[in-house]
């Protein structure tokens, strides 16, 4: 899948709506993938992004070491590797081979872009201030990746329990909001 | 519209989908509501919510002033109350009038329920750590109230300048996560 950069100032548009994602990491060589459903954006420009990674996961231990992650856009179609991504951990599985999913090299970061997302947010840690009370990490969006030909995108919207409620059509509101 | 009590753990699965949200607050009499799409969750039990609350925006003044709000998640139908909450001021405008909403008592706050709305989480802030840098506030959501006939809400998901995705269909995959 072919990715086009995607402008900084429009990431917002991406996580507003709260779509499960996939963070990637790299550490000591090992390259690793989690689902994520608890994160925020917290300012546009530059976009940053704050998010809650359990401290039991091998990827808080990466995140924590290297200061660096990619947060991955799944669709609908990646269903069954975003429940197995959450349901297994990267210390004792290859997630990556055993859910069939393509890592690219990043940009800026060590850490893999999923080819099959369409949607790529290379990031770093800047604030750790929250990590030891709540696991919480304020994250800058470095680098984004889009798929040019994702138009309408079937997000997975976890509602707990292995309920995911799938992206619905989109309507046009008259608003002045950014 | 009559509610029912919540259990709090299982407030998350209201959250996690990223809904918009009307977040009500009181102070010095004054009731006020705006709209919200930056927020997450933190913890199961008891659920903790953080959230981001424009520096420049009257709820902001009353949050830190009472330490208090409701957490209001409205369906579709409320889209052009949710609009226009977003884009007026409660220093100029009675929203709650203006847009049709109707409140009713909190339990535990001074904050107003939003009946419309089919669940409402009454909350306090428990840390103010990331104010300064980021507007951000750490809630603990303390009572919750849900609509007890509402199976499949229609949450409203921005994806910027007015464009809100509508919540799809549910699916259940089989996963051992909460």
Redesign the interface.
């Known amino acids: 899948m072919a990715k086009r950069a995607y402008p900084l100032p ?1 990431v ?2 991406l996580l ?4 499960v994602l996939l963070l990637t990491t790299s550490h000591d060589g090992h390259a690793n993938v989690m ?1 994520l ?7 546009f420009e530059p976009p ?1 992004v ?3 990674v359990s401290g039991r996961s091998f990827s808080f231990e990466a995140l924590q070491a290297t200061r660096q992650c990619v947060l991955n856009i799944p669709g ?1 179609e990646l ?2 590797a ?2 197995g991504c ?2 297994s951990s990267g210390r004792r599985v290859d997630k990556f081979k055993t859910f069939g999913l393509t890592t690219m090299p990043a940009e800026l970061v060590e850490a893999p872009l999923i080819a099959d997302c369409y949607a790529n947010l290379e990031c770093r840690v800047i ?1 750790a ?2 990590v030891n ?2 696991n ?1 990490f ?1 994250l800058e969006v470095i680098k984004a990746w889009i798929d040019p030909t994702c138009k309408d995108p ?2 997975l ?22």
Chains 1, 2 share one sequence.
Do not use: Q
Request: aromatic fraction near 8%.
């Open positions: 429009k917002y548009g507003e709506p709260g779509p689902t459903s608890w994160h925020t954006m917290m300012e940053l704050g998010c809650v609908v269903k069954a975003v429940v959450g349901n604030d201030r929250l009370r709540y919480f304020v079937r997000t919207h976890h509602r707990g329990r292995g309920v995911f409620m799938v992206a619905g059509d989109s309507i046009k509101l008259p608003s002045k909001m950014r």
